[in-house]
């Protein structure tokens, strides 16, 4: 949905996604800032964090070793384009009407990086579900079920937020 709906709002061409679902050495791509994900709690997580032809990576922090940071890697992989872009989302449940109910919070980031790694921009932007749960004290009262629809929800009032929106926050935020 992201390049479908938002590919439009940048001021630069974005490769297909069949440029990264075809390329083996991105899907078997393995991030260094992730815990491992073939046994215990991360093989657990990633049955609920992963996309048909998508991998995980972390932006790591602009400090230390290029080698190490997912998207340096990432570079070395599509050598042949002048930049990478990784986006990450990421949900947050919390507290909502003083503690007897809770949310999900929907956190989109996209940063761009150039060919020589260095961060061309960020944009972090966040939409609150509108569904609720009950909650005591703060702390939802839910069975696992109830989670995907309120980040659903979630993604989609954050998504709706930002079309028409994307361009305008990225060409603030950008040295293009």
Same mark, same amino acid.
């Given at each position: 949905?992201?390049? /479908?709906?938002?590919?439009?709002?940048? +001021?630069?061409?974005?490769? @297909?996604?069949?440029? &990264? $679902?075809?390329?083996?050495?991105?899907?078997?791509?393995?991030?260094?800032?992730?815990?491992?994900?073939?046994?215990? $709690?991360?093989?657990?997580?990633?049955?609920?964090?992963?996309?048909?032809?998508?991998?995980?990576?972390?932006?790591?922090? @602009? *400090?230390?070793?290029? @080698?190490?940071?997912?998207?340096?890697?990432?570079?070395?992989?599509?050598?042949?384009?002048?930049?990478?872009?990784?986006?990450? *989302?990421?949900? @947050? *449940? #919390?507290?909502?009407?003083?503690?007897?109910?809770?949310?999900? &919070?929907?956190?989109?980031?996209?940063?761009?990086? /150039?060919?020589?790694? #260095?961060?061309?921009?960020?944009?972090? #932007?966040?939409?609150?579900?509108?569904?609720?749960?009950?909650?005591?004290?703060?702390? +939802?009262?839910?069975? +696992?079920?109830?989670?995907? +629809?309120?980040? #659903?929800?979630?993604? /989609?009032?954050?998504?709706?937020?930002?079309?028409?929106?994307?361009?305008? *926050?990225?060409?603030?935020?950008?040295?293009?």
């Amino acid at each position: 949905m992201f390049i /479908n709906e938002f590919a439009k709002d940048f +001021p630069f061409k974005l490769a @297909d996604k069949t440029v &990264t $679902a075809n390329n083996q050495e991105y899907r078997s791509f393995k991030s260094a800032g992730l815990m491992d994900t073939t046994k215990g $709690a991360g093989k657990f997580l990633m049955q609920f964090a992963s996309a048909e032809n998508m991998v995980i990576n972390v932006a790591a922090a @602009d *400090i230390g070793n290029k @080698d190490n940071r997912d998207q340096c890697k990432m570079l070395k992989i599509f050598k042949d384009y002048d930049g990478v872009m990784l986006v990450n *989302i990421s949900y @947050d *449940i #919390e507290a909502r009407m003083m503690g007897v109910a809770a949310g999900v &919070t929907a956190y989109v980031e996209i940063r761009l990086y /150039n060919k020589d790694c #260095e961060r061309v921009f960020t944009v972090r #932007e966040a939409g609150k579900s509108k569904g609720k749960v009950v909650a005591v004290g703060g702390i +939802p009262v839910m069975s +696992p079920d109830k989670i995907l +629809p309120l980040c #659903e929800d979630a993604t /989609n009032v954050l998504f709706e937020d930002l079309k028409g929106r994307l361009g305008k *926050i990225v060409k603030k935020s950008s040295k293009l």
